[in-house]
Structures are given as C-alpha cells and as structure tokens.
C-alpha cells in the first residue's frame, strides 16, 4: 500500500485494486469466501505451480476462553505449532518402524511430515497448516507411488484417532491407551508435551484434515479430552528393554509398515515392528520358520495394566 499523503499514488493503487478484483471475478461477500480465497493464493505462491491437489492441509481452530478476543498468547501458540509437528513426525516413525525412545528421526520422514503454517483464517483463532508438496514422491516408498495415501496421511490420521478416541462417551481409558502406547516412548512424550501445554492453557482445538480427492476428516479436542490423553501419557511407565530370542513361524510381514507376526513355537502369537534396516528384507522370511532376536518393552498404564511391545532387530531362517 502507498503512503496515504501521495494521494496521486494512492489514487493509482486503488484503480489497480479495482481492475485486478474485475478479472477475479466476483468479490467474497463472506469472511469464509475471503478465507478460501486467501487460501488458494497463497497455495499458489507456496507451489509454485503445482496443483492444490498435491499438499494435504490442516486447518487448526484453536478454542477456549484464552481466544475470545481472536489472539492466542505466543507463550501458547509458538509450543503447540514445534509439539504438533514433533508428535506428527514421531508417530510416523513409529508406523513405519521401531518405535524409539531417543536417537533423531530420519530425514526421509522428516521430510515426508514437515509441515508449514501458511494463513490465518476466521475463528476463534485458526491457522492454515499444509504438507509438504508431491507427496506421491515420497522417497520412502517409490514402489507406491500410484497410492493415495502418504505417510503423513497415517501420521495424522493416527493422531486424530486418539483425538476420537479422548472424547468418545465411554470414560474407560483402556481402548486410548491400546491406541497410545504400542507408539512407543518417544511419540507419548511428543504427545504428551503438546497435550500438556493445550491443558495449561485451557484451550481446546477444532481440526479439519484435507486430503487427496477432496476427502474431509473432522475432529474436535475439548479440553476435557486433552486432559485425558496428557494424564495417560505421563502415567504410562516404561521399563528399559530386554532382548530375547524366539523361533516360530513368519505368518504375515507388511514392508510397508514395517510390521510382523510371528507364531511362537511355544503357540504364542508376536505382533511387532521390525528395525528399519531389517524391514525391505522381510519378503525373504514371509511364511517360513524363522529365529527372531526380539526387543521387549513393558508398559504400566492407568490402573496397573501391562503391555508388552515387541520389535525385531534380527531374522534368519532355520
């Protein structure tokens, strides 16, 4: 915009308006039309050409008293935008391989998940998130490259199931902890630190995920159910890991997911992760007897519960 004193300048600028807003057709008459309209400008500056199509996007409403005044504290925004793209970027590294505790992610998921705030919209306080463009690309996968879905789609989608799953009229914690812990360590601390700071705050959140084909998901996170998913993530205790070895038979072993089930000899059935060097191998085992050397974590969650989570680090066959 001109310096409003240069009224020749100023003149020029808004002719130019004018003539711009003729070309784009009708102007928005609504503060959801302006929204779409902003969004798909800047889509287009975010691309570079490529088609909408291509980049998922979330649209984050955040909700609660502390957004009456449509702000958000920084103190509260700034940690839920760095917890949202940690816990996004752990659990797919937990869908794709071992769950972890600690060493980095890889950068190919990494990369796969990184997420990008573009636009605000109207709300009560909203944000515009979308993910990284031609996912079809994605380096983790090329064999399938045809499929729509994506790792961030699992990523997402996951974490919205415990979303779901915290505001589902039964208040048993049992089936949100089946769907938390098997995460592992690392993706419950993630969620945890981003539950935590959304419970500090009081805030809640209202979430739309866009994705290929036009589909929709819709979820929204009362405070109530935060607080859920905050207290089993911090209740849940993890014991330090033990390795044993088993031998059995590989009954079914998904490359894509990096995941296996093997029937123990001792009739026993394992549902586990396989290492992520170990996983493009596992087409070499499928439907033999094999002997496994098995990582084994237990979990205590709310009410003294035990799981157990197993993760191959080594198959041969026998």
Known sequence: MPDPADKHALREWMRRIRNEAAHQGVAPA???????????????????????????????????????????????LGPFLTHLQESVAAVAQALTGKPTSSASIPRDIRDATALSAAALFPSSFGLTIYGPPNPAEDSLFPELQSETRTVLDDAVDTVLDIVDLSEGSNQSNDMLAEQLVPLGQRALKHIGALTSGLSDAGVGLRVSWHTQGGRVRRSEWSPSGVQRVRYLCEVSDFTDSETVTITGWLGAASAFNGK??????????????TDEELTPALHQFFNKRVEAEVEVTKVRFAGGRERKIYAVISLRNI
């Not at 929204?35 to 979330?58: F, M």
């Not at 409403?61 to 702000?71: M, Q």
């Not at 296996?260 to 992760?273: M, T």
């Open 260 to 273: 296996v089930e093997i029937r123990s000899d001792s009739g026993e059935f394992i549902r586990a992760s």
């Open 30 to 76: 609504t503060p959801a039309e302006f929204s779409a309209k902003q969004r798909k400008r800047l889509l287009r500056s975010l691309t570079t050409g490529q088609d909408e199509v291509e980049r998922r996007r979330l649209d984050v409403a955040l909700t609660g008293a502390p957004t009456v005044e449509h702000t958000i504290p920084v103190s509260t």
